[in-house]
C-alpha cells in the first residue's frame, strides 16, 4: 500500500497539527512514524478556537483519541481510554468485515476507569452550559465554555450527540468530531476501514505543555490571537513570527 500523505494544515505558531486520509489503522501508523499523537477533543476544541471559525479544522471533521464504548446493562460511556488506540488494526479489521469491536473484561474495566456515563436520551447540549454539564467538561475540560462561546459566536446554539443502541455484547467505537456546520457534534462512528480523516497534534505541543516550565502551576496561558492582539496594542505587531521563534528554542 502507497504511504499516505501527511497534511500539515496547521503551521509552529501554537499548536501543530496535520492529518491523513486513510484507513483508521494506517492513518495511526502513518502519524505517529511522524511524530504525532491522535488528537484529543480537548486539543480539537483548542485548535479550532486558535485557528478560527473558518478554518479546515473547522470545517472539517476527523477521529479524535477519545471512544464510546456501549455496556449492556449498564449504559454509553466516553472513554478517554480507547480500546481502539489499544489495538487499532484489530478494531479496523473488525470494521472491514462488517462487525462491532466487541470488548473482553479487561478492556473494559480499562475504559470505564476513565469515563463518563452518556444518558441515552440525551439529543444536544446547549452551548450556554458547555462548563456545566458533565459530558462537555469530561470532553473538553477548562476550556469547556470557552470552546461552548466559541460556538454559539459561531451561531451553534446547542451541540448535537449521536449514539447508537446497545448490543448483547459490549463493543467499542472511536469518536468521530463532526465540523462546524453539523454542530461540532460527536458521535462513535462506523467504519474504521474506510478513508476518513485522523487528526494528530505534535507530541511537542504536549496537552498542559506549561508543565515544561518552573513555576508553571501559576504560568498563565494565553491564545496566539491574544498575544498579537497586545503586540497590536503596544505598537509592536510585526514580531510576532520572531517571538514565536524565540518561545521555542
Not at 102 to 107: F, G, P, R, T
Not at 167 to 172: D, G, N, S
Not at 210 to 232: M, V
Request: a neutral charge; aromatic letters at 12%; proline letters at 4%.
Amino acid at each position: 500500500m502507497t504511504e499516505p500523505k501527511i497534511n500539515e494544515d496547521v503551521k509552529p505558531r501554537g499548536m501543530t497539527s496535520a492529518y491523513v486520509e486513510a484507513p483508521f489503522d494506517v492513518a495511526k501508523e502513518a502519524l505517529e512514524s511522524r511524530g504525532y499523537r491522535i488528537i484529543s477533543l480537548k486539543e480539537n476544541a483548542r485548535l479550532r478556537k486558535q485557528e478560527g471559525k473558518d478554518a479546515y479544522v473547522s470545517r472539517n471533521g476527523n477521529w479524535t483519541r477519545e471512544g464510546f464504548v456501549y455496556i449492556p446493562e449498564k449504559g454509553i460511556f466516553l472513554t478517554k481510554n480507547s480500546p481502539i488506540i489499544d489495538f487499532p488494526v484489530e478494531a479496523t479489521q473488525c470494521h472491514r468485515q462488517g462487525r462491532e469491536f466487541y470488548l473482553n473484561d479487561e478492556q473494559i474495566e480499562k475504559a470505564l476507569a476513565d469515563s463518563v456515563q452518556i444518558p441515552e436520551n440525551v439529543k444536544s447540549i446547549s452551548t450556554k452550559k458547555f462548563g456545566e454539564d458533565k459530558i462537555t467538561v469530561y470532553a473538553f475540560g477548562d476550556i469547556a465554555q470557552k470552546y461552548g462561546d466559541f460556538l454559539k459566536d459561531a451561531g451553534i446554539k446547542e451541540m448535537p450527540i449521536y449514539l447508537c443502541n446497545l448490543e448483547k455484547k459490549p463493543f467499542a467505537r472511536q469518536t468521530w468530531f463532526w465540523y462546524l456546520a453539523l454542530g461540532s457534534e460527536f458521535f462513535g462512528l462506523w467504519c474504521l476501514g474506510s478513508v476518513y480523516r485522523l487528526r494528530g497534534v505534535s507530541n511537542e505541543n504536549a496537552e498542559g505543555v506549561a508543565q515544561n516550565f518552573p513555576g508553571s502551576k501559576n504560568l498563565e496561558i494565553y491564545t496566539t490571537e491574544q498575544i498579537n492582539q497586545a503586540l497590536t496594542k503596544a505598537k509592536l505587531s510585526g514580531i510576532e513570527q520572531l517571538l514565536f521563534e524565540k518561545l521555542r528554542q
